[in-house]
């Protein structure tokens, strides 16, 4: 009897793994570390369905490790400081996966960075958002980030061959078909509808498929087309200022389940890197949908985002912040640093002139060399701001 296809198929090799070859062919470098047992601390990123729980299951098996499963919405610091008290003295180190890694509070993150510094275990993650944008700097900088991608349509094959023989079945060319096309490239999906068609249908009608997934799953994902391609074409549109192209791939992203939350923060960080002191009022817009839409979720949150998308479309555009900053960066990075001068120490020396007992400003040297990062385009009120700065000096 077919029970539970999704766990009985779950493969328990690497060579079993469907799809992700650019990362788990046998020349690859995440292939090569599994098999030597050398694996640093991982995260895994991409559409549900494509094998992150899986392959981290596989490498706990791989290295002979205890397998822990977590999961970030429910996850207590405490059941982390337990398996790491358990394993003290072990000699291997237990595996610890944390499912919706995104959803981790920064608190949270802190806690982990300890027994990934020490090894005290393998630290893996899975999420279905970028990893570069939601787990904090000492997390990305201890850890490496693997993407995984939605499983192609000929990717499959190799599943349907597997099914027909261990189950002595026959799946024919239009179920095939409809399997894949309605399932997103998720694997998961997919064993799902085909588990309940057969249990219907011993035969698999097409009619019991389509009748159990009337409309394909959407997940703002296909192998052509990942959540992230549609969320640059979103920031593309909004910084070339087309309305209806912002709030196209708006909707292709509401409509494909993206989290209102995923949304509104690339719109938070739009309003400041494209647009920021031409319009400062899109900042506070674009913060405030986040807060907003935290808060009320679907179906009414797309009101709110597409409100914020046709603000900051409309709005005028300058990265003279962003630029700055960046070039500030640069010269911090690349040069030794520079004194602080006597009179900007803390306490200031006398020589430190009061700009407010001088009328809101007085000359006096706030850097030992002269260095210029900034540059006003003289868009929107970056103009008024130009002209402030320009009054207040003279």
Known sequence: ??????????????????????????DKPLYKLIKKGSLPHSFFYGPAGCGKTTVAKIIANELGSDFYFLDATSIKVEEIRKI??????????PT????????????????????????EALI??????????????????????????AIKKEEFEKLFVRVEKEFSIEINKEAREYLVDSSAGDVRALLNLLEFGLKADE????????????????????SSDTHYNLASALIKSLRGSDIDASLYYLARLIDGGESADFIARRL??????????????ALNLATSTLTAVKNIGYPEARIILAQCTVYLASS?????????????????????????????????SSEYLYPHDFGGYVGQKYLEKDL?????FGVGFEKTLSEWIEKIKK
């Open 1 to 26: 009897m077919i029970q539970n296809l999704a766990q009985t198929l779950r493969p328990k090799k690497l060579d079993d793994v469907i799809g992700q070859t650019h990362i788990l062919a046998e």
């Open 84 to 93: 790491l008290k358990t394993h003290k003295n072990s000699l291997i180190k």
């Open 96 to 119: 610890i996966f944390i499912d919706e890694v995104h959803r981790l509070s920064k608190t949270q993150q802190e806690v982990l960075l300890l027994p990934m510094e020490s090894n």
């Open 124 to 149: 893996l993650g899975a999420s279905t958002e970028n990893p570069y944008f939601t787990l904090t700097s000492g997390i990305r900088s201890r850890s490496m980030l693997f993407e995984f991608k």
């Open 203 to 222: 035969s698999l009608d097409i009619k019991t498929l389509k009748e159990l997934r009337p409309q394909a799953l959407k997940d703002g994902v296909s």
């Open 268 to 281: 938070v960080i739009f309003s400041s890197e494209d647009i920021g002191n031409a319009n400062p009022h």
């Open 316 to 348: 005028p555009k300058s990265n003279s912040s962003y630029k700055a900053i960046n070039q500030a960066l640069d010269y911090v990075k690349n040069n030794p640093p520079l004194t602080v001068p006597n009179h900007l120490k803390s306490p200031p």
């Open 372 to 376: 210029s990062f900034y540059e006003s």
